[in-house]
T-cell receptor, first 115, second 116 residues
Framework: AQKITQTQPGMFVQEKEAVTLDCTYD???????LFWYKQPSSGEMIFLIY??????QNATEGRYSLNFQKARKSANLVISASQLGDSAMYFC????????????FGEGTQLTVNP | EAQVTQNPRYLITVTGKKLTVTCSQN?????MSWYRQDPGLGLRQIYY???????DKGDVPEGYKVSRKEKRNFPLILESPSPNQTSLYFC???????????????FGPGTRLTVT
């Protein structure tokens, strides 16, 4: 079964607007971590934000925030005030207690920011 | 500067010609891993290593070998490459995963491999 699902292959947003990238996950582990990575066209993987399963508050990092809804098993990434440089592929990933340090990735969402 | 390096960054080769992609990290991380990235599939783990001399298969290990003789290095070996191994490869490292915390994985810049 797919453990990480990103249902939006592509998303478009106007510059300066906010955008939400969806991520749902499936796990029976009580302890897990959720990550978002950005991959620009140059190819490198850039860590954006992390949310632990026991964290009480949603994670925030600058313009990035993670809308963590544990009961619904969703971990959506919210980018506020989009910039042209935000155009990239975005990956959601999960690490489970039973899998140690291993990351499981979703298929990715290609975000395009329009001027 | 903390980093993961991979070499080569780009490689075009022919079917059956053995090749090695090197990976090195300078952060004294115990955990190292190889992923391949293919369109529509995200990143899939090939092999990982929890520490020196400890390696294990990931989701797609067929056609690959790894070794971990030193903590900093984790080379990926393709003994007899085939066209279906054409992909973008990433090496990553992190501290080992304690029970109640999680650590960010640091990724190398990627190696784009084409097998003709």
């Amino acid at each position: 079964a797919q453990k990480i699902t990103q249902t939006q292959p592509g998303m478009f947003v106007q510059e300066k607007e906010a955008v939400t990238l969806d991520c749902t996950y499936d796990t029976s582990d009580p302890s897990y971590g959720l990550f978002w990575y950005k991959q620009p066209s140059s190819g490198e993987m850039i860590f954006l934000i992390y949310q632990g399963s026991y964290d009480q508050q949603n994670a925030t990092e600058g313009r990035y925030s993670l809308n963590f809804q544990k009961a619904r098993k969703s971990a959506n990434l919210v980018i506020s005030a989009s910039q042209l440089g935000d155009s990239a592929m975005y990956f959601c990933a999960m690490r489970e207690l039973t899998s140690g340090s291993r990351l499981t990735f979703g298929e990715g969402t290609q975000l395009t920011v329009n001027p | 500067e903390a980093q993961v390096t991979q070499n080569p960054r780009y490689l075009i080769t022919v079917t059956g010609k053995k090749l090695t992609v090197t990976c090195s990290q300078n952060m004294n991380h115990e955990y190292m891993s190889w992923y391949r990235q293919d369109p529509g599939l995200g990143l899939r783990q090939i092999y990982y290593s929890m520490n020196v001399e400890v390696t294990d298969k990931g989701d797609v290990p067929e056609g690959y070998k790894v070794s971990r003789k030193e903590k900093r290095n984790f080379p990926l070996i393709l003994e007899s490459p085939s066209p279906n191994q054409t992909s973008l490869y990433f090496c990553a490292s992190s501290l080992s995963y304690p029970r109640d915390r999680a650590y960010e994985q640091y990724f190398g810049p990627g190696t784009r491999l084409t097998v003709t």
